[in-house]
């Protein structure tokens, strides 16, 4: 741990470069890191210097967002751990929503009197708007650990603390469920503080239900509302957790419409379902009112759109492309989208969704993701190649698998 002199000091600074801001602006500038003070310039002209506690939400709706949250259920699968981590550093810690309103809290015995004084507790709004600077906004904001040291907060009511917070995913989709925030006082700043944010960040995501619609997990269709979709590799569906018998064309509309929750006109629905194809509207109304019939009911017309919750392995695959998380994305892809389909619209979505996949994989050729995505892609060598010539020759599991699959193709 840092010398108790060298922390003093270190606090001396950031009051001084606090001072400096709130008396001059600008000239703050260059005496702490980019994004407090950036965050101190959002902080100014909505939160007062003299602000003494955290805004509370609502309690109510507090609650029921945190009933509702995947974040329950993981934080109560390890919450022994949280507690015993409070405990033996006498932190608070504290779990928020992506708007970084405090869902849940445990301190130890002299940060949880703290914490009280501040409403540092469910319900509170610790976004650098309400509040001022602090970890939680910033690992939210950022989306990157953060830490926040004494004087670096905004508000001079926090102070006295050191925070150190991680963004907590859902380790499927990569959506952002909140942040976990451990503080403490600045005297009590210690190095590995916010690689233990880290960590128990990491546990709790290891914790949050699996999604059913990720179609790499063991889950039951039958307990998912709504309407689930796999298109890629396979066709099944489900609504409400039955599992639905539906024929070619039916399977394409159905999945045109997942595609397009702002509906479609019949005219419309058409040329994406036929193309140029000399196939009558009244053929494609037909298709229309069987599949209607087998949703229940469930299918409006003028434009024709899917009244309920809609999920599919497209969104999910394409979703965790955007958040950089290619080995899940692979995982997620099974393969052809709707294979043998001959309307224009899916064929070009599936195109779509399979070079976003490779190029994701030459960008990035995570050993374990290029061996998921050659069972797919056998004669695909360029994948193969690029993820060999990455290892450079590192001894890697993967190894023999690529260099096998290599030596398949060129046969």
């Not at 751990?81 to 929503?97: C, I, K, P």
């Not at 689930?228 to 419409?257: H, I, K, P, Y």
């Not at 809609?310 to 997620?332: F, K, P, Q, S």
Request: glycine share 6%.
């Amino acid at each position: 741990m840092p010398r108790s002199e060298e922390l003093q000091a270190r606090r001396m600074d950031a009051v001084r470069a606090w001072t400096s801001f709130v008396e001059h602006g600008d000239e703050a500038s260059g005496l702490v890191r980019p994004e407090i003070l950036s965050s101190w310039a959002r902080s100014e002209p909505v939160v007062p210097t003299d602000v003494t506690e955290a805004p509370l939400a609502d309690e109510s709706e507090t609650a029921a967002w945190w009933r509702g949250s995947p974040l329950q259920t993981a934080v109560e699968r390890v919450e022994a751990e949280l507690r015993r981590t409070a405990e033996d550093g006498d932190l608070v810690v504290a779990v928020t929503d992506p708007q970084t309103r405090i869902l849940w809290t445990y301190g130890g015995r002299v940060m949880r009197r703290k914490a009280e004084t501040v409403n540092f507790v469910p319900g509170g709004r610790w976004d650098d708007l309400s509040v001022g600077t602090n970890a939680l906004d910033l690992a939210n904001r950022l989306d990157a650990p953060a830490m926040v040291f004494s004087a670096e907060h905004y508000a001079p009511i926090v102070h006295n603390w050191v925070c150190w917070a991680a963004p907590v995913h859902d380790p499927v989709t990569g959506a952002q469920l909140g942040v976990i925030d451990l503080s403490t006082t600045w005297d009590r700043t210690h190095p590995i503080g916010l690689a233990t944010a880290r960590v128990l960040a990491r546990l709790i995501e290891t914790a949050v239900p699996a999604s059913a619609h990720h179609p790499g997990v063991a889950v039951d269709e039958r307990t998912e509302p709504g309407l689930v979709m796999r298109l890629l590799g396979t066709v099944e569906v489900w609504l409400d957790g039955q599992r639905l018998l539906l024929n070619r064309r039916q399977s394409e509309v159905l999945a045109l419409l997942a595609m397009h929750p702002e509906g479609l006109s019949l005219e419309q629905l058409h040329a994406l379902v036929y193309g140029d194809q000399a196939v009558t509207l009244s053929t494609l109304k037909a298709e229309v009112s069987h599949l209607r019939a087998a949703l229940g009911g469930q299918l409006s017309s003028r434009p024709y759109r899917l009244p309920m919750p809609v999920a599919t392995d497209v969104d999910l695959v394409l979703g965790l492309l955007r958040h950089g998380r290619v080995a899940a994305a692979v995982d997620a892809y099974g393969g052809d989208l709707l294979p043998g389909t001959n309307s224009p619209a899916l064929t070009e979505l599936g195109e779509y969704v399979a070079v976003a996949v490779r190029e994701a994989l030459l960008a990035d050729p995570q050993p374990d993701a290029v061996v998921r995505y050659s069972e797919l892609a056998p004669y695909d060598t360029e994948v193969v190649e690029v993820c060999l010539a990455a290892l450079a020759g590192r001894p890697h599991p993967a190894v023999p698998l690529l260099k096998g699959r290599l030596a398949a193709a060129s046969r």
